[in-house]
């Protein structure tokens, strides 16, 4: 049985260490052949530092690599070119050490190719020899592959200043693609987002965003296919509805696919279905961007946007749905054209996410609220004691310590509530709509059990919130589904900030 190429990024390695390998070679092949300067942006472990060392080993002509693969007999593996190629990776806290990285990325360039740069020099002036050198040498034009393009900005996002030094050192290195358009032969550049060409490209225009272009959808993670063939020997036993909810579910207007991380580390933690991708990063700096927006979370489940939101991202106004999807957090559930405009309707991805997201959420809105309340919410949910669910719900609130509400800006709003609860009801891995829309208003937050469903409408005051559900009676859309409907109202008293009316009816 095939090896799992867990943190395996190297073609080589996988290729002769019986390591399993999504073949990905007929997609190369197509961006080789039909494209000159590409840019990849996708979220992280998602496979784009293994395709990026793939296009180096086709580029370096070793064609004994992908005996078996598409792309063996289609390219002529004599035609090799010089390779420069720059993976960031390392300290970026200064703008001395963002240097030092590009000097060590150079160096270990030069070493390969067998050329002398003045490594003295300001990287960007070493940079723009290096690609003279080579072409010199080689008599060949130069293929340049640069992988994580922005991470010396990202690991500098929540410092503005630190990262406008980096950006500006990094426009020095990329202008070099334009001064040099005549020695290369292909460039590809891989990142999380992809920022607005005029801050950081520098007038290189004719570089081609593939990042949502159907036809290269499926470039990095696993498909179903892949699942129920390639990897089905280690997936014995395994329900695969179970394991699709969990971890299936992003998309780049092609099919639903897998984060690859997930996958290879759900077969090696004995199959126990777990976060693995979400722990794997840092998400925390989505708390720093709530703390500065009143974003009301249960708009999580409808966010649509323009397409040029997905396609850039600004230092200085970061859109949170920008951020959200191009980390991974959100995803495309489809495409909507409308007279000659393109949006997406966004959506999270899968169970391991909608848990994950929502759990850090509830420990900045509730700053860690007892967990035993969480698991009592679930337990009256299931087995439709309202009561005690009302008891539990009342419990939560307060047990929120005031502090939270003096410091946490969300707290001064209205959608504070519906997004406690929200993040609790999500994070529970419960199948929950938000502004779920029927035929006669909307319904704040519907929550689809087994055999229960659960209509909820939310008031801060004293008007009647279950009476509203009865008014337009939302529970006409459910009806024909055979199940409990529970219609709840709460109550939310702005000044102590607590449950102060819950009333409820079963249907």
């Keep these: 049985m095939q090896k799992l190429p867990i943190g395996i990024q190297t073609f080589k390695d996988i290729q002769t260490q019986n390591y399993i390998y999504i073949d990905k070679t007929e997609i190369a092949l197509e961006l080789i052949e039909n494209f000159r300067y590409v840019f990849l942006s ?19 002509g070793h064609k004994n690599l992908f005996e078996g693969l598409d792309i063996y007999d289609r390219w002529d593996f004599d035609d090799t070119c010089p390779v420069i190629r ?8 200064t703008l001395e050490s963002t ?15 067998g050329l002398e740069c003045n490594l003295d020099d300001e990287p ?80 290189l225009n004719n570089i081609e965003d593939i990042s949502l272009s159907p036809k290269f959808g499926n470039i990095c993670g696993y498909t179903q296919n892949d699942i129920e063939t390639t990897l089905l020997p280690h997936l014995e036993g395994v329900d695969l509805d179970k394991l699709k909810k969990w971890y ?11 984060n690859p991380f ?18 794997s990063g840092n998400p925390y700096n989505l708390i720093t961007l709530l703390q500065n927006r009143e974003f009301y979370l249960p708009n999580l489940q409808n966010i649509r946007v323009d397409k040029s939101i997905l396609a850039s991202f600004d230092i200085e106004k970061i859109q949170i749905e920008s951020l959200l999807f191009q980390a991974g957090y959100l995803t495309i559930d489809h495409m909507i054209e409308k007279r000659n405009k393109i949006e997406y309707l966004l959506k999270v991805p899968n169970m391991e996410i909608q848990i994950s997201l929502n759990q850090l959420l509830i ?69 929950i709509m938000a502004e779920d829309v029927t035929s ?60 102060v009316g819950f009333e409820c009816e079963r249907v």
């Design 42 to 60: 996708r979220p992280r472990r998602f496979g784009k530092s293994l395709f990026l060392d793939t296009l180096h080993n086709i580029f370096e």
């Design 86 to 93: 720059i993976d960031w990776s390392g300290n970026f806290k």
């Design 99 to 113: 240097k030092a990285v590009a000097r060590r990325a150079l160096e270990i360039n030069q070493e390969r190719l």
């Design 124 to 203: 960007d002036i070493c940079f723009n020899r290096l690609i003279h050198e080579a072409y010199k040498k080689y008599q060949k034009p130069v293929v340049i592959l640069i992988d994580e393009y922005d991470k010396p900005i990202l690991d500098n996002i929540e410092d503005i200043k630190r990262a406008h030094e980096n950006r500006d050192f990094l426009r020095g290195i990329y202008v070099q693609l334009k001064a040099n358009d005549a020695f290369i032969k292909f460039v590809f550049l891989t990142g999380i987002t992809k920022f607005a060409r005029a801050s950081i490209f520098s007038g």
């Design 248 to 258: 299936n579910g992003y998309n780049f207007l092609k099919d639903d696919i897998y």
């Design 262 to 279: 997930d996958i290879l580390k759900f077969i090696r933690g004995g199959q126990m279905y777990d976060n693995y991708w979400w722990e």
């Design 363 to 431: 420990d900045y809105f509730t700053q860690r609220v007892e967990s035993r309340i969480q698991d009592d919410i679930y337990d009256h949910l299931e087995s439709g004691d309202t009561q005690a669910l009302e008891q539990s719900l009342v419990s939560l609130f307060a047990s929120i310590p005031y502090s939270n509400y003096t410091k946490n800006k969300i707290a001064i709003y209205e959608g504070y509530y519906a997004s406690v609860l929200y993040a609790y009801f999500a994070a529970l891995g419960i199948d």
């Design 440 to 499: 006669t208003g909307r319904i704040d937050i519907t929550l689809l059990l087994e055999d229960k469903i659960y209509i909820l409408e939310f008031k801060v005051g004293t008007e009647d919130a279950l009476e509203q559900i009865k008014q337009n009676n939302y529970a006409q859309k459910y009806l024909s589904r055979g199940k409990d409907i529970y219609l709840v109202g709460i109550n939310f008293n702005e000044q102590s900030r607590g449950i």
